[in-house]
Protein backbone atom coordinates (compact mmCIF):
# COMPACT_ATOMS: atom_id res chain seq x y z
CA UNK A 1 0.00 0.00 0.00
CA UNK A 2 0.79 3.53 -0.82
CA UNK A 3 0.11 6.57 1.91
CA UNK A 4 0.10 9.76 0.20
CA UNK A 5 0.28 12.81 2.64
CA UNK A 6 -1.46 15.30 1.09
CA UNK A 7 -0.47 18.90 1.87
CA UNK A 8 -3.43 21.91 2.93
CA UNK A 9 -3.68 25.20 4.49
CA UNK A 10 -6.39 26.84 5.66
CA UNK A 11 -8.69 23.90 4.43
CA UNK A 12 -7.42 24.72 1.03
CA UNK A 13 -6.12 22.05 -0.63
CA UNK A 14 -2.38 22.55 -2.23
CA UNK A 15 -2.43 21.23 -5.77
CA UNK A 16 0.92 19.86 -5.67
CA UNK A 17 -0.91 17.13 -3.75
CA UNK A 18 -3.02 16.31 -6.73
CA UNK A 19 -0.16 16.01 -8.87
CA UNK A 20 1.93 13.50 -6.02
CA UNK A 21 -1.47 11.14 -6.24
CA UNK A 22 -1.14 11.37 -10.01
CA UNK A 23 2.87 10.16 -9.41
CA UNK A 24 1.87 7.26 -7.32
CA UNK A 25 -1.12 6.23 -9.72
CA UNK A 26 1.71 5.32 -11.82
CA UNK A 27 4.00 3.58 -9.71
CA UNK A 28 4.61 0.36 -11.29
CA UNK A 29 2.98 -2.75 -9.16
CA UNK A 30 -0.53 -0.88 -9.11
CA UNK A 31 -0.51 -0.60 -4.96
CA UNK A 32 -3.90 0.40 -3.36
CA UNK A 33 -3.24 4.16 -2.35
CA UNK A 34 -4.45 5.76 1.06
CA UNK A 35 -4.47 9.67 1.21
CA UNK A 36 -3.76 11.41 4.42
CA UNK A 37 -3.83 14.98 5.54
CA UNK A 38 -3.38 16.67 8.59
CA UNK A 39 -5.53 18.87 9.81
CA UNK A 40 -6.96 20.26 13.05
CA UNK A 41 -10.48 18.92 13.70
CA UNK A 42 -13.43 20.67 12.23
CA UNK A 43 -11.34 21.70 9.07
CA UNK A 44 -10.74 18.66 7.17
CA UNK A 45 -14.56 18.14 5.80
CA UNK A 46 -13.80 20.22 2.42
CA UNK A 47 -10.19 19.03 1.75
CA UNK A 48 -11.51 15.43 2.02
CA UNK A 49 -14.50 15.54 0.30
CA UNK A 50 -12.23 16.69 -2.57
CA UNK A 51 -9.56 14.22 -2.42
CA UNK A 52 -12.01 11.82 -2.45
CA UNK A 53 -13.19 12.09 -5.60
CA UNK A 54 -9.63 10.14 -6.42
CA UNK A 55 -9.47 6.59 -7.42
CA UNK A 56 -7.76 5.76 -4.42
CA UNK A 57 -9.15 3.13 -1.62
CA UNK A 58 -9.30 5.55 1.36
CA UNK A 59 -8.95 9.17 2.58
CA UNK A 60 -7.65 9.48 6.00
CA UNK A 61 -8.26 12.93 8.09
CA UNK A 62 -5.32 13.48 10.24
CA UNK A 63 -6.90 15.17 13.32
CA UNK A 64 -5.10 16.77 16.02
CA UNK A 65 -5.75 20.57 17.64
CA UNK A 66 -1.52 20.65 17.39
CA UNK A 67 -1.88 20.13 13.56
CA UNK A 68 -3.94 23.83 13.71
CA UNK A 69 -0.93 25.62 12.49
CA UNK A 70 2.23 22.73 11.33
CA UNK A 71 5.40 22.67 13.17
CA UNK A 72 8.26 19.65 11.83
CA UNK A 73 8.02 17.94 15.42
CA UNK A 74 3.76 18.04 15.66
CA UNK A 75 3.63 16.43 11.72
CA UNK A 76 6.92 13.91 12.38
CA UNK A 77 4.75 13.01 15.52
CA UNK A 78 1.58 12.26 14.12
CA UNK A 79 2.70 10.80 10.43
CA UNK A 80 5.25 8.81 12.36
CA UNK A 81 2.37 7.31 14.08
CA UNK A 82 0.00 6.93 11.06
CA UNK A 83 2.55 5.06 9.09
CA UNK A 84 2.78 2.65 12.26
CA UNK A 85 -0.51 1.64 12.42
CA UNK A 86 -1.07 1.77 8.54
CA UNK A 87 2.14 -0.52 7.41
CA UNK A 88 2.85 1.39 4.10
CA UNK A 89 5.58 0.04 1.90
CA UNK A 90 5.95 3.35 0.45
CA UNK A 91 5.06 7.15 1.69
CA UNK A 92 4.67 9.85 -0.44
CA UNK A 93 4.83 13.08 -0.36
CA UNK A 94 4.63 16.61 -3.12
CA UNK A 95 8.33 18.00 -2.74
CA UNK A 96 7.18 21.53 -1.40
CA UNK A 97 8.29 23.62 1.31
CA UNK A 98 6.88 22.09 4.29
CA UNK A 99 7.88 18.55 3.38
CA UNK A 100 11.13 19.42 2.54
CA UNK A 101 11.32 20.76 6.88
CA UNK A 102 9.99 18.02 7.91
CA UNK A 103 10.46 14.90 5.68
CA UNK A 104 14.56 14.30 6.69
CA UNK A 105 13.02 14.21 10.34
CA UNK A 106 10.34 11.75 9.52
CA UNK A 107 12.85 9.68 7.78
CA UNK A 108 15.45 9.63 10.56
CA UNK A 109 12.19 8.86 12.91
CA UNK A 110 11.12 5.97 11.19
CA UNK A 111 14.98 4.95 10.08
CA UNK A 112 13.93 4.77 6.48
CA UNK A 113 15.82 5.81 2.96
CA UNK A 114 14.16 9.23 1.89
CA UNK A 115 14.52 9.74 -2.25
CA UNK A 116 13.50 13.65 -3.20
CA UNK A 117 12.73 15.36 -5.85
CA UNK A 118 11.47 12.57 -7.71
CA UNK A 119 10.23 13.27 -11.39
CA UNK A 120 9.69 9.40 -12.69
CA UNK A 121 9.32 5.89 -11.36
CA UNK A 122 9.89 2.53 -12.93
CA UNK A 123 10.06 -1.07 -12.90
CA UNK A 124 13.55 -2.77 -12.80
CA UNK A 125 14.32 -6.22 -13.11
CA UNK A 126 13.45 -8.01 -9.91
CA UNK A 127 10.35 -6.07 -9.40
CA UNK A 128 12.34 -3.49 -7.76
CA UNK A 129 10.96 0.02 -8.46
CA UNK A 130 13.31 2.67 -9.41
CA UNK A 131 12.53 6.75 -8.80
CA UNK A 132 14.20 9.03 -10.82
CA UNK A 133 15.57 12.11 -9.74
CA UNK A 134 17.55 15.03 -11.34
CA UNK A 135 21.29 15.93 -10.70
CA UNK A 136 23.74 18.85 -11.33
CA UNK A 137 20.86 21.24 -12.29
CA UNK A 138 19.32 18.36 -14.26
CA UNK A 139 22.16 17.80 -16.53
CA UNK A 140 21.52 14.00 -15.52
CA UNK A 141 19.42 11.73 -14.26
CA UNK A 142 19.60 9.47 -11.33
CA UNK A 143 17.87 6.10 -11.23
CA UNK A 144 17.44 5.31 -7.57
CA UNK A 145 16.46 2.05 -5.65
CA UNK A 146 15.63 2.36 -1.90
CA UNK A 147 17.01 -0.57 0.18
CA UNK A 148 16.14 -1.96 3.44
CA UNK A 149 12.39 -2.66 4.92
CA UNK A 150 9.59 -0.26 4.01
CA UNK A 151 8.20 1.81 4.05
CA UNK A 152 10.58 4.10 1.90
CA UNK A 153 9.85 8.15 1.47
CA UNK A 154 9.53 9.45 -1.57
CA UNK A 155 9.01 13.67 -2.56
CA UNK A 156 7.70 14.35 -5.60
CA UNK A 157 8.89 17.14 -7.88
CA UNK A 158 6.30 20.14 -8.30
CA UNK A 159 5.29 19.99 -11.59
CA UNK A 160 6.83 16.56 -12.71
CA UNK A 161 3.23 15.04 -13.22
CA UNK A 162 0.08 17.01 -13.71
CA UNK A 163 -2.32 17.55 -11.40
CA UNK A 164 -5.36 16.86 -13.70
CA UNK A 165 -3.56 13.06 -14.86
CA UNK A 166 -4.50 12.09 -11.40
CA UNK A 167 -7.20 9.47 -12.00
CA UNK A 168 -11.09 10.14 -10.45
CA UNK A 169 -12.89 7.28 -9.44
CA UNK A 170 -16.51 6.42 -10.12
CA UNK A 171 -17.64 6.70 -6.56
CA UNK A 172 -16.21 8.91 -4.13
CA UNK A 173 -13.20 7.07 -1.78
CA UNK A 174 -14.38 6.66 1.81
CA UNK A 175 -13.62 8.81 4.20
CA UNK A 176 -12.55 8.01 8.03
CA UNK A 177 -10.71 10.21 11.00
CA UNK A 178 -7.58 9.16 13.02
CA UNK A 179 -7.34 11.22 16.08
CA UNK A 180 -3.17 11.52 15.73
CA UNK A 181 -1.03 10.34 18.30
CA UNK A 182 0.82 13.35 19.48
CA UNK A 183 1.65 15.07 22.60
CA UNK A 184 1.40 18.93 22.05
CA UNK A 185 3.71 19.57 24.78
CA UNK A 186 6.58 17.81 22.80
CA UNK A 187 6.56 20.56 19.99
CA UNK A 188 9.66 22.65 20.83
CA UNK A 189 8.31 25.40 17.79
CA UNK A 190 6.50 28.11 18.73
CA UNK A 191 4.37 28.89 15.14
CA UNK A 192 4.33 32.55 14.17
CA UNK A 193 1.72 34.05 11.42
CA UNK A 194 2.22 32.45 8.18
CA UNK A 195 4.83 34.09 5.80
CA UNK A 196 3.37 36.47 3.69
CA UNK A 197 5.31 37.08 0.51
CA UNK A 198 5.80 40.35 -1.39
CA UNK A 199 3.12 41.67 -3.07
CA UNK A 200 4.59 41.05 -6.17
CA UNK A 201 5.93 37.91 -5.28
CA UNK A 202 3.81 34.88 -7.10
CA UNK A 203 3.52 31.21 -6.71
CA UNK A 204 3.83 30.64 -10.29
CA UNK A 205 3.71 26.43 -9.54
CA UNK A 206 0.07 27.31 -9.08
CA UNK A 207 -0.58 29.54 -12.14
CA UNK A 208 -2.73 27.57 -14.88
CA UNK A 209 -0.89 29.74 -18.04
CA UNK A 210 2.30 31.68 -18.10
CA UNK A 211 3.80 33.47 -20.68
CA UNK A 212 8.02 33.28 -20.10
CA UNK A 213 10.47 35.55 -21.49
CA UNK A 214 13.84 35.02 -22.68
CA UNK A 215 17.10 36.35 -23.91
CA UNK A 216 15.20 37.14 -27.35
CA UNK A 217 12.88 40.11 -25.41
CA UNK A 218 16.41 41.81 -26.27
CA UNK A 219 16.10 45.07 -23.13
CA UNK A 220 13.91 45.31 -20.47
CA UNK A 221 12.10 48.29 -22.00
CA UNK A 222 10.68 45.28 -24.39
CA UNK A 223 9.08 43.42 -21.26
CA UNK A 224 5.78 44.86 -22.12
CA UNK A 225 4.91 42.78 -25.04
CA UNK A 226 5.23 39.61 -22.93
CA UNK A 227 2.98 41.53 -20.51
CA UNK A 228 0.49 42.49 -23.08
CA UNK A 229 0.36 38.81 -24.20
CA UNK A 230 0.26 37.53 -20.24
CA UNK A 231 -2.52 40.32 -19.84
CA UNK A 232 -4.57 38.96 -23.07
CA UNK A 233 -4.39 35.74 -21.64
CA UNK A 234 -4.72 35.84 -18.19
CA UNK A 235 -1.89 34.67 -17.33
CA UNK A 236 1.45 35.17 -15.36
CA UNK A 237 4.29 36.83 -16.64
CA UNK A 238 7.90 34.46 -16.41
CA UNK A 239 11.14 34.34 -17.33
CA UNK A 240 14.52 32.05 -18.23
CA UNK A 241 17.45 32.86 -15.57
CA UNK A 242 19.08 35.55 -18.06
CA UNK A 243 16.49 37.65 -17.78
CA UNK A 244 16.41 37.75 -14.05
CA UNK A 245 19.82 37.67 -13.16
CA UNK A 246 20.04 40.95 -15.10
CA UNK A 247 16.99 42.24 -12.99
CA UNK A 248 14.79 42.72 -15.99
CA UNK A 249 12.30 40.32 -14.03
CA UNK A 250 12.29 39.91 -9.91
CA UNK A 251 13.43 36.39 -9.10
CA UNK A 252 10.50 34.72 -7.51
CA UNK A 253 9.49 34.29 -11.34
CA UNK A 254 12.56 32.61 -12.75
CA UNK A 255 11.52 28.97 -14.14
CA UNK A 256 14.49 26.28 -14.04
CA UNK A 257 16.05 24.21 -12.02
CA UNK A 258 17.65 26.79 -10.31
CA UNK A 259 14.43 29.05 -9.99
CA UNK A 260 10.47 27.52 -9.93
CA UNK A 261 8.92 24.51 -11.55
CA UNK A 262 5.71 24.69 -13.12
CA UNK A 263 3.42 22.45 -15.32
CA UNK A 264 0.24 24.78 -16.12
CA UNK A 265 -2.21 24.08 -18.65
CA UNK A 266 -0.47 26.43 -21.04
CA UNK A 267 3.10 27.29 -21.14
CA UNK A 268 4.29 30.19 -24.18
CA UNK A 269 7.91 30.71 -24.41
CA UNK A 270 8.96 33.87 -25.97
CA UNK A 271 12.83 34.17 -27.66
CA UNK A 272 13.63 31.63 -24.76
CA UNK A 273 16.55 29.00 -27.01
CA UNK A 274 15.25 25.88 -24.66
CA UNK A 275 18.59 25.11 -22.63
CA UNK A 276 17.87 22.13 -20.17
CA UNK A 277 18.09 24.15 -17.39
CA UNK A 278 15.18 26.09 -18.11
CA UNK A 279 13.29 22.60 -19.59
CA UNK A 280 13.77 21.16 -16.62
CA UNK A 281 11.21 23.67 -15.25
CA UNK A 282 8.58 23.59 -17.35
CA UNK A 283 8.34 20.50 -19.49
CA UNK A 284 5.34 18.87 -17.87
CA UNK A 285 2.96 21.75 -18.82
CA UNK A 286 0.25 20.05 -20.53
CA UNK A 287 0.70 22.73 -23.91
CA UNK A 288 3.96 24.24 -24.64
CA UNK A 289 3.84 26.96 -27.60
CA UNK A 290 6.99 28.31 -28.35
CA UNK A 291 7.86 31.24 -30.52
CA UNK A 292 11.39 32.00 -31.87
CA UNK A 293 13.41 33.08 -34.95
CA UNK A 294 15.76 29.87 -34.61
CA UNK A 295 13.92 27.39 -36.50
CA UNK A 296 17.05 24.94 -34.88
CA UNK A 297 16.23 26.27 -30.83
CA UNK A 298 15.85 23.01 -28.78
CA UNK A 299 12.50 24.63 -27.35
CA UNK A 300 10.57 23.38 -30.76
CA UNK A 301 11.95 19.72 -29.41
CA UNK A 302 9.55 19.76 -26.31
CA UNK A 303 6.97 22.92 -28.21
CA UNK A 304 3.15 21.03 -28.91
CA UNK A 305 3.09 24.33 -31.24
CA UNK A 306 5.91 26.14 -32.48
CA UNK A 307 6.04 29.51 -34.58
CA UNK A 308 9.41 30.50 -36.45
CA UNK A 309 9.29 34.26 -36.53
CA UNK A 310 9.67 37.42 -34.73
CA UNK A 311 8.64 37.64 -31.27
CA UNK A 312 8.23 41.59 -32.10
CA UNK A 313 5.82 40.74 -35.03
CA UNK A 314 4.06 37.81 -33.56
CA UNK A 315 3.05 38.65 -30.26
CA UNK A 316 1.67 41.78 -31.10
CA UNK A 317 -0.36 39.85 -33.88
CA UNK A 318 -1.41 37.51 -31.38
CA UNK A 319 -2.66 40.04 -28.72
CA UNK A 320 -4.63 41.54 -31.01
CA UNK A 321 -6.41 38.34 -32.75
CA UNK A 322 -7.31 37.27 -28.57
CA UNK A 323 -8.28 41.12 -27.37
CA UNK A 324 -10.38 41.39 -30.77
Not at 98 to 105: M, N, S, V
Not at 272 to 284: C, D, E, N, R
Request: proline fraction near 7%; include cysteine; charged fraction near 20%.
Amino acid sequence: MILVIAEQRGGTLNRASWETIAAVQQVPGGQPIVVAVPTAPGVSDAVTAELATAAVQEIVALEHPALDTYTADGYTAAIAALVAELSPGLVALPHTYQTRDFAPKLAARLDRPLVTDVTASKAMEGGAVAFVRPMFQGKLTADVIPQGPAPHLVTFQIGAYRADAAVRGAAAAPRRTVVATLDASAIRQKPEAPFQEARQAVDLSQAERIVSVGRGIKGQEHIGVAQALADALHAELAASRPICDAGWLPMERQVGSSGQTVAPKVYVALGISGAIQHLVGMKGSNVIVAINKDPDAPIFEVADYGIVGDLFEVVPAIVKALNE
